[in-house]
């Protein structure tokens, strides 16, 4: 289409403005395109509704045009509200980004999905943003490890800082671990983080009560935020400087939600009879009186997170203040400029095919032509691309585009453990001096322990991680003497804090605890910086941050999670304290490698091939579920692959043998005991010491894929374990955990599988009592092999 004759008249700002504002239309038309092919236009082969938001997408254009059209720089981070996916693929597709393949296949298998992915849809994607309010809060976190990778020294020199931004639907901060978040990054005195909230007063349900935000922005300054209201465009701002202007004004502000968010829906035949009936009598009826109803309409609904200008000048203005925790709390409407703006039922609505037939037309838009990028706007397609090849955010971050690397950290043949021979030790103790011996820092560990950075949700020193501490101390951008210490006061913490700290002291709130670890185990791709994060927890409060573990493991966040203490094995700490589930959500997680050694030796194994999975292309994330009980440690060799791959024998059973008994974790003595008994009845039963449930099931689920894809070769490490014993024969399993843990293992032969564990609440008492009570001390195991051996 022609440039209109206009176009050279207009003075160059004036220009700039009147392509935003085209853009703005396109931005709205594509993104209710894309979810209206999804659901009226391409084929339904189910039946089942596929949705897209179309309400809430038209409720954030303006702020998304501002922040990546204008504002947004190539090294900022940002995460996008998750019912605003299509309105970022767009976005993205005007950069050059996105084809136009990938728009039509919204929601489709291999196309684009609902929500914001960064493994599923591409490196265009900071922060997957699926699970309301973690997004918004991991980009607090993110920004705490943008300054720890800076301050070590350890990310990208050559790259400026950029802010972390959240763009939030309103509804997200109902959310509990936002507040939890922001707690925490008034601790840290976090920088570089904005959130942007699209203050559409509307939810999934229901209108947002009147005020709401009175008591959040309370919330956000007390936490050393800076808060900014963007209530008002400036239509509604020159109005208010009229005659009368102070009497609207107050009306609007006076307006409950839920009267505003209706007479938007109807439209400006209604605003009329509302505005006149309360201020007929007043000056502000001159204003009114001059305006048709359109117009009226327009002027009423001209809210400042719809008017990119203001929206673009506030967003500087704060920019220009430094490095300031930002909240902007733009007003906006939900639907704005579609047929259902405002109605309080719009959130899953959906334009039907008359309604995008009259929208196509307002719009100019030509059918056959519906995915053209510039299509129905009256600016040249020339200057529109130049327009935004110059868009700071346009810019590409690195040559490779925005998703960074890091090399890979050499890990050493072995680490350092503790002498063993003749010693009772438990897994948690083994670990903090494992780690405290990395912490040294000395020859072969010390570019490994550079890249260590640990963190604990407030029991930092009940997991063992003190003595790496007291090495490598805690992280703060200031420096902070331990007065304990300067005023030499006996204490066993020794805990100077610095901006080279390694550790992170968090709170008591997991959520933020699974967040952190999200953030520095995405730190290669977003800082460039290799950092092996590791995070300890109470295993039963793992419960507490799942949906955060889950989120941080579904964008292939790369950390360690060591839980401990686990189990009844806990004892006097009661049921609260005692995990039962922990093992099924270790092999259910996807994403997540899940172990839980007995002993020390297998430890060291088993921490070593953490770091090495963590740092792989096709690795994952990491859970070693650990024990405070002290078991005596064996003197051995182990098969190191055996032990990775989850399972080895402890005595191995003689071919053909028809029992064999197989233990995981802290429960080993009773299953040592009760074995020798067993032997003693069948000298060819064996025992079989379980590292991970979970690799192995995943091993044996993928090897029966192989074989139905044709590799009839294919084997899984569990299958050839078992192989020794006879077809039929019985297999006791047992661990301080439900029984359903290994259940599965009868399916893999065939055998007779007698599962034990744990399927009940604890309850405080000694190992010896809560052992008899729960089934799992040496009597109980011995009364299932005789179960299994009578079939």
């Keep these: 289409m022609d440039a209109p004759s206009y176009a050279p008249l207009m003075p160059p700002e004036t220009r700039r403005v009147h392509i935003l504002k085209q853009l703005e239309r396109k931005l709205l038309w594509l993104s209710a395109w894309m979810i209206h092919n999804a659901n009226h236009i391409r084929p339904n082969r189910d039946g089942l509704k596929v949705g897209g938001h179309q309400a809430s997408c038209a409720s954030c254009i303006s702020i998304l ?31 050059g980004r996105q084809t136009r393949e990938k728009l039509a296949s919204l929601r489709q298998f291999g196309g684009i999905q609902p929500y914001p992915s960064r493994v599923k849809d591409g490196a265009e994607v900071d922060f997957s943003t699926g699970s309301v309010g973690l997004g918004v809060a991991m980009t607090s976190f993110s920004a705490l490890i943008a300054d ?20 939030a639907g309103d509804a997200e901060l109902d959310e509990g671990n936002i507040y939890e978040a922001l707690l925490e990054g008034w601790k840290h005195d976090v920088r570089n983080v904005w959130w942007i909230v699209d203050y559409n007063r509307q939810s999934l349900d229901s209108v947002v009560p009147d005020r709401l935000f009175g008591r959040i922005e309370g ?55 509302a505005l006149l009936s309360d201020l007929g009598r007043s000056k502000a009826r001159a204003i009114i009186d001059e305006l048709n109803d359109e117009e009226l309409g327009a002027l009423m609904t001209n809210l400042g997170g719809h008017d990119i200008e203001t929206l673009i000048e506030t967003f500087k203005a704060a920019d220009a203040d430094g490095d300031q925790p930002t909240c902007f709390i733009a007003y906006t409407i939900k ?16 334009m039907s095919k008359e309604q995008m037939e009259q929208f196509r037309h307002e719009l100019g838009i030509r059918p056959g032509h519906e995915w053209d990028p510039f299509e129905g706007l009256d600016v040249p397609e020339d200057e529109l691309s130049a327009f935004l090849a110059q868009a ?116 008591i709130a997991e959520q933020n605890l699974f967040l952190l670890l999200g953030a520095a185990g995405l730190a290669p791709s977003m800082t460039g910086a290799r950092l092996l994060p590791i995070g300890t927890v109470y295993d039963p409060f793992v419960n507490r941050g799942l949906d955060a573990l889950i989120y941080a493991c579904y964008q292939d966040a790369r950390f360690l999670l060591v839980s401990t203490p686990s189990g009844l094995t806990l004892a006097p700490e009661g049921g609260q304290h005692q995990s039962v589930n922990t093992p099924l959500i270790g092999m259910a997680a996807d994403r997540l490698a899940s172990f839980e050694p007995a002993h020390v030796d297998e430890l060291g194994i088993l921490l070593r091939h953490a770091f090495e999975l963590m740092q792989r292309p096709d690795g ?112 006791v399993t047992i661990l301080d955990g439900h029984p359903a843990t290994h259940a599965w293992l009868g399916g893999v032969r065939g055998h007779r599988v007698v599962p034990l564990g744990v399927d009940h609440f604890g309850q405080g008492g000694d190992i010896p009592d809560l052992y008899r009570e729960y089934g799992l001390d040496t009597d109980a195991v011995l009364d299932a092999c005789a179960q299994a051996m009578l079939g």
């Design 65 to 95: 045009a501002a922040l990546y059209l204008d504002v947004a720089r190539p090294q900022d981070r940002i995460a996008i509200k998750p019912h605003a996916g299509p309105v970022f693929h767009t976005m993205n597709y005007l950069f």
């Design 148 to 167: 720890y990778t800076r301050l070590h020294g350890l990310g990208r020199t050559d790259l400026p800082a950029g802010r972390h931004i959240a763009v």
């Design 219 to 273: 919330l956000f300054r007390d936490m050393g935020w800076n808060c900014v209201t963007i209530k008002y465009g400036r239509k509604l701002q020159a109005a208010f400087a009229r005659e009368g202007g102070e009497a609207l004004r107050a009306w609007i502000d006076d307006c409950p939600n839920s009267l505003y968010s209706a007479l938007t829906f109807q439209g400006g035949a209604a605003w009329r009879a």
């Design 335 to 350: 639907g704005m400029g579609l047929p259902f703006a405002g109605h309080k039922d719009n959130h899953a609505g959906l």
């Design 392 to 507: 700071p955010f346009g810019t590409p971050l690195t040559p490779e585009g925005r998703k960074l690397s890091a090399p890979i950290v050499a890990i050493p043949p072995t680490l350092p453990l503790p002498k063993l021979a003749g010693r009772k030790m438990s897994t948690q103790s083994g670990f903090g001096e494992i780690l405290a011996e990395i912490g040294r820092g000395q020859g072969e560990y010390k570019d490994l322990a550079a890249h260590i950075m640990t963190t604990s949700p407030d029991v930092t020193v009940s997991t063992n991680l003190g003595p790496w501490v007291n090495r490598r101390g805690i992280f703060d951008r200031h420096t902070r003497n331990d007065v304990f210490r300067d005023a030499k006061l006996a204490s066993a913490q020794r805990w100077g804090m610095s901006p080279k700290g390694q550790h992170v002291e968090l709170g």
């Design 620 to 731: 994952s994330a990491v859970w070693l579920r650990l024990s405070t009980r002290a078991l005596q440690q064996p003197q051995r060799t182990l098969d190191a692959n055996a032990v990775i791959a989850g399972a080895h024998w402890a005595v191995p059973p003689q071919p053909g043998a028809r029992i064999a008994l197989a233990y995981q974790g802290a429960i080993a003595p009773e299953a040592e005991e009760a074995f020798a008994v067993l032997r003693e009845e069948d000298p060819a039963a064996g025992l079989l010491a379980i590292t991970s449930a979970d690799r192995l099931h995943a091993d044996w689920l993928d090897a029966q894929k192989a074989r139905r894809a044709g590799d009839r070769s294919a084997a899984a490490h569990v299958e050839r374990i078992l192989a020794p014993l006879a077809p039929g024969a019985a297999l």
